[in-house]
T-cell receptor, first 115, second 114 residues
């Protein structure tokens, strides 16, 4: 079945550092790709999505580019802030046209940003 | 702002007991979902529903039942709770078409089975 792999389980950075969280996927079709963010004590929140090769998704200074050849959707931010500390989830949707909204999530990456 | 409310926020249950987790949404969304969150596993889909009075199995449905009595309400039922079902449970809703891939989550229910 479909799967999503996030390489980093935890990332520790200082404020104004550059962030990369790696996400690779395995899917039989042409999935839509997502990033969700979960702040402490809350449920995950949609960050952005991309649905075709070379499309860039972005929100709140975060961005990721759909790379079909590399089967990747890496999250980046040029300058992180302490308020970015959260768990980040990469996810995919089968995008079969049935539009069930069923997502397959990665295991999540804990980001800690120190002042 | 879309709103999904879960109750209770936390619960302690005994092994073999029955547990019901409730979810209410005011988004007028057709789709609702129950996900389970475990450390090291991320979020996994248990059950979902796209219309009232109908539910579908997700990726890990064993040991769980779901009920969707109305568009607004979606419950997750553990008939015989087990230690392995200790986790945080999230309910979510989404709209039609492309928007149904944008999930709106509740704050979660922390379930401890002892």
């Amino acid at each position: 079945g479909d799967s999503v792999t996030q390489t980093e389980g935890q990332v520790a950075l200082s404020e104004e550092d550059f962030l990369t969280i790696h996400c690779n996927y395995s899917a039989s079709g042409y999935p839509a790709l997502f990033w969700y963010v979960q702040y402490p004590g809350e449920g995950p929140q949609f960050l952005f999505r991309a649905s075709r090769d070379k499309e860039k998704g972005s929100s709140r200074g975060f961005e990721a580019t759909y790379n079909k050849e590399a089967t990747s959707f890496h999250l980046q931010k040029a300058s992180v802030q302490e308020s970015d500390s959260a768990v980040y989830y990469c996810a995919l949707s089968e995008n079969t046209g049935a539009n069930t909204g069923k997502l397959t999530f990665g295991h999540g990456t804990i980001l800690r940003v120190h002042p | 702002e879309a709103a999904v409310t879960q109750s209770p926020r936390s619960k302690v249950a005994v092994t073999g007991g029955k547990v019901t987790l409730s979810c209410h949404q005011t988004n007028n969304h057709d789709y609702m979902y129950w996900y389970r969150q475990d450390t090291g596993h991320g979020l996994r889909l248990i059950h979902y529903s796209y219309v009232a009075d109908s539910t579908e199995k997700g990726d890990i449905p064993d040991g769980y039942k779901a009920s969707r009595p109305s568009q607004e309400n979606f419950s997750l039922i553990l008939e015989l709770a087990s230690l392995s079902q200790t986790a945080v449970y999230f309910c979510a809703s989404s709209g039609q078409g492309r928007e149904n891939e944008r999930l709106f989550f509740g704050h979660g229910t922390k379930l401890s089975v002892l």
